[in-house]
């Protein structure tokens, strides 16, 4: 079940200074030269951060330009006269904006969360 968009908000507000405490901790006490395993923790680390903000990247470039679409197609179909284009894009922002605001917000947190949460749950 997908969670409401503030507490993903309040559990990446707790959960990763935890998780990042939990891998300074390992960093700092792991022996020279490091084990496989601490290796590949460390570089899974960066890596699962790249792949955080690509998707988030993505996910929010396919929501703005579903919104970007659905101005277009309101603009084309009311606007009458091109005197009409500044106020019927206006209105449709207003209407379709405050929703596709908060649905970027969703898809742009959701790997952060996802990462996040998996981490703690494996390392806390």
Do not use: D
């Not at 951060?49 to 990247?57: E, F, R, T």
């Amino acid at each position: 079940m997908k969670q409401p968009l503030p507490m993903q908000l309040f559990e990446l507000w707790t959960l990763a200074p935890q998780v990042i405490a939990t891998r300074l901790m390992q960093m700092a006490t792991t022996s020279y030269p490091a084990k496989k395993s601490e290796v590949r923790e460390m570089n899974e680390m960066w890596t699962e951060k790249v792949q955080a903000v690509v998707s988030a990247c993505q996910a929010v470039t396919a929501e703005s330009m579903r919104f970007q679409t659905k101005i277009f197609s309101a603009v084309v179909s009311n606007a009458m006269t091109p005197a009409l284009i500044p106020q019927t894009t206006a209105q449709a922002m207003l209407r379709y904006g405050p929703a596709a605001g908060t649905k970027m917000t969703e898809k742009l947190v959701q790997p952060f969360h996802k990462k996040v949460k998996s981490n703690a749950q494996r390392l806390l």
